[in-house]
């Protein structure tokens, strides 16, 4: 048996203005469709043999898309979709997709509420205690100023599995770290919580980054989390904005590249395929 290696992040687009309102003239390289297709040479050009598609719109039609291109794709292990946990409709939302056997969790986009506690609100927290009847995860999508409040947050469920994307978004290219870090370690103490080592390159320069640059970012989590609750994640396409898809997921395998063969094989796929319930090959 063999260990998956698992890109645990990355989306699939069929651009339309209206339809991604996210994607402005910054991230004009990204008004095209992405899809399996394009994705999957890349997948093979680094060995990795499938992914997590996760929701890039706030709709229920997105959640049915990405499973029709799961049912479609093999290499498509599991999608994180999106429900309306606010919704008082939310158990009928769920149930319609909840039997889906490659619907693994649920994400909001956090970071783009204008009440930082939302995360907190009676409507949203009903909502989310409904996820652990469909074996379901919850993608954490915030920035550092929410990290207290996804604290509080997950000590409220301790039997619902979440992953935190993209570090929470650190300001990498200020060089910030204090708050976010002690952010972090708070967040990490909930053993329920796992961090995907994506995203980072849209915090940094887009242009003039280095590997280094993200070392006391990747440390910070590591010494956090611990290698058993990390994953990677290339955020592609949205991390073609920087650069390719082999420099980006080349940051996190350069930086774990000196560590025991077993740890990264949890961190390129193990710990992926234990935390969306994936059966390994």
């Given at each position: 048996m063999?260990?998956?290696?698992i ?12 339809d991604y ?5 910054r ?11 394009d994705l ?11 992914s997590?598609a996760?929701q890039a719109?706030?709709?229920l039609?997105?959640?049915?898309w ?11 292990y ?10 008082p409709?939310?158990?009928a ?6 039997a889906h ?5 649920i994400?909001?986009v956090i970071q783009?509420?204008?009440d930082?506690r939302?995360?907190l609100?009676?409507d949203?927290?009903?909502g989310?205690?409904?996820l ?16 207290p409040?996804?604290?509080i947050?997950t ?7 979440f ?15 204090d708050?976010?870090?002690s952010g972090?370690?708070?967040?990490a103490?909930?053993?329920n ?10 915090e940094?320069d ?11 970012y990747l440390?910070t989590?590591?010494e956090?989390?611990g ?5 990677i ?5 949205v991390c073609?904005?920087s650069?390719d ?5 080349n ?11 077993e740890i990264?094989?949890r961190?390129l ?5 234990r ?7």
């Open positions: 063999s260990t998956l290696r890109d645990a992040h990355q989306h699939f687009i069929d651009y339309a203005t209206v309102p996210w994607i402005d003239d991230h004009g390289a990204l008004k095209r469709p992405f899809m399996p297709a999957k040479p890349l997948l093979d050009s680094m060995s990795f043999n499938g997590i996760v719109r706030q709709s039609h997105e959640t049915e990405l499973l029709s291109l799961a049912d479609e794709f093999d290499f498509v599991g999608v994180v979709g999106w429900v309306d946990l606010c919704s409709a939310v158990s939302q769920l149930e319609s997709f909840g056997p490659k619907l693994k969790g994400r909001h783009d509420e204008p930082d939302f995360m609100r009676d949203f927290l009903h989310l205690s409904l652990g009847r469909y074996g379901l995860t919850y993608d954490l999508l915030l920035f550092e100023r929410h990290l409040n996804a604290s947050l000590q409220m469920f301790p039997e619902q599995k992953v935190l994307d993209h570090l929470a978004k650190p300001r990498i290219m200020e060089g910030q770290l708050s976010w870090r972090i370690q708070e967040l103490k909930s053993p919580v796992y961090c995907k080592l994506s995203g980072m390159v849209t940094a887009w242009a003039n980054w280095r590997e280094e640059d993200f070392v006391p440390d989590v590591f956090a989390f290698p058993d609750r990390l994953m994640g290339s955020d592609w396409p073609t904005v650069r898809y082999r420099a980006v997921m940051v996190v395998i350069t930086y774990i590249n000196q560590l025991p063969t990264q094989d961190i796929g193990g710990n992926c395929a935390f969306y319930n994936i059966d390994e090959m």
